[in-house]
């Protein structure tokens, strides 16, 4: 599976959209970006993922490049509980047994 | 129940004592994955069941780890002989078994474990 690149660390303004960038420029055409976050003591909790397109739900927009090498993951309205470490995978699905590889993800710090 | 639920929370174990750790998938999911994560790393792979068999175990960080699920629901991951690099948050995750081709996996708050 590729590889990801995420800066360590970033910070928000409360009520500000949040833009967390992820490069993968080694992507396959048949390989998914994920993005998953984890709150302090607790498990990671699934966002959004895409293939080329890009992905809207209520949690997060996903916008991934017209060469799909890149792409950022938009909080619209930054809140304190979205603080947290944010993982951007990309992986190939195979039915159910795909291992997530995590990396050390990007910390997110929204600030009052 | 309405997670995956974890037990116990928290464990502290004298080296080599022999740990279970605890994980009840949400009921009803096939995929069960076991993870764990060092602090201030991600969470890594450890072990894979679909129902109640195991696999894929390419993980595991030697064979005093071992895992097992024998009803396709609640699994165990147990670590014999403990040593200091054991200590780590275990993390559990379930999901239907085409769960990451719609909405990821649901993981639990993990069990943290400290080797004294």
């Known amino acids: 599976d590729a590889k990801t690149t995420q800066p360590t660390s970033m910070d928000c303004a409360e009520g500000r959209a949040a833009n967390l960038p992820c490069n993968h420029s080694?992507?396959?055409?048949?390989?998914?970006v994920y993005w998953y976050r984890q709150i302090h003591s607790q498990g990671p909790q699934y966002i959004i993922h895409?293939?080329?397109n890009n992905e809207t739900n209520e949690m997060a927009s996903l916008i991934i490049t017209e060469d799909r090498k890149s792409s950022t993951l938009i909080l619209p309205h930054a809140t304190l509980r979205d603080t947290a470490v944010y993982y951007c995978?990309?992986?190939?699905?195979?039915?159910?047994?795909?291992?997530?590889?995590f990396g050390k993800g990007m910390k997110l710090t929204v600030n009052p | 129940g309405a997670g995956v639920s974890q037990s116990p929370r928290y464990k502290v174990a004298k080296r080599g004592q022999d740990v279970a750790l605890r994980c009840d998938p949400i009921?009803?999911?096939?995929?069960l994955f076991w993870y764990q994560q060092a602090l201030g790393q991600g969470p890594e792979f450890l072990t894979y069941?679909?129902?109640?068999?195991?696999?894929?175990k390419s993980g595991l960080p030697s064979d005093r780890f071992f895992a097992e699920r024998p009803e396709g629901s609640v699994s165990t991951l147990k670590i014999q002989r403990t040593q200091q690099e054991d200590s780590a948050v275990y993390l559990c995750?379930?999901?239907?078994?085409?769960?990451?081709?719609?909405?990821?996996?649901?993981f639990g708050s993990g069990t943290r474990l400290t080797v004294v």
């Open positions: 995750a379930s999901s239907p078994l085409q769960g990451l081709l719609n909405y990821g996996y649901t």
């Open positions: 080694t992507i396959s055409g048949n390989e998914y």
């Open positions: 009921s009803g999911h096939v995929s």
């Open positions: 995978i990309v992986i190939r699905k195979q039915g159910g047994s795909e291992k997530l590889v």
């Open positions: 069941f679909q129902n109640e068999a195991q696999l894929d």
């Open positions: 895409g293939l080329k």
